[in-house]
């Protein structure tokens, strides 16, 4: 099976513009996570999409948003950038069963680098 | 959820075995033990989950202490590839959106 994957892989924008990330999860996976990575704060939760819903959202700001597709398939969108935002963003994949333990076995992809200057 | 610790950083060398501890004292009865792990610039890997049965698969063996307070993520013979940070994350089952909370993670190198 074909892996996760993310696009772009890397990206440079400047303050104030938006952006919008890709992922497409492994096949036959219906939850797809976001996860934002600094040195600074580590990996930290952002939102969480099971069929086509949000189920899940981090402690973070309304300019991040994201959406899921009928194909599993998702986006997260950052409006309004600021230097901060720079970071590593990963998606994750899962084959979540409800009350399942392999809920929590998710499969990351390689990440978007994204730099706000 | 419980809190886990982890030590900061380890060596091993390499065809060694790696011995990577996580103390979890509060785990809760329901609280499963997931290990991933990442390696530099690339996303986190799943590496194996327990209740408290000890498991084993092709990349690890997880060995959880009776009173479950404690656990040690075991790699046979470990390579210079497996110098990552591994995470310990102690979590329930919720029934609906299952997040993951990373802590720090513990930095090991494997030496050649």
Known sequence: ?117 | DAKTTQPPSMDCAEGRAANLPCNHSTISGNEYVYWYRQIHSQGPQYIIHGLKNNETNEMASLIITEDRKSSTLILPHATLRDTAVYYCIVRALRGGSEKLVFGKGMKLTVNP
């Open chain 1, 1 to 117: 099976k074909a892996g996760v994957t993310q696009t772009p892989r890397y990206l440079i924008k400047t303050r104030g513009q938006q952006v919008t990330l890709s992922c497409s999860p492994i096949s036959g996976h219906r939850s797809v996570s976001w996860y934002q990575q600094t040195p600074g704060q580590g990996l930290q939760f952002l939102f969480e999409y099971f069929s086509e819903t949000q189920r899940n959202k981090g402690n973070f700001p309304g300019r991040f948003s994201g959406r899921q597709f009928s194909n599993s398939r998702s986006e997260m969108n950052v409006s309004t950038l600021e230097l901060g935002d720079s970071a590593l963003y990963l998606c994750a994949s899962s084959p979540w069963t409800s009350g399942s333990p392999s809920s929590y076995e998710q499969y990351f992809g390689p990440g978007t680098r994204l730099t706000v200057t």
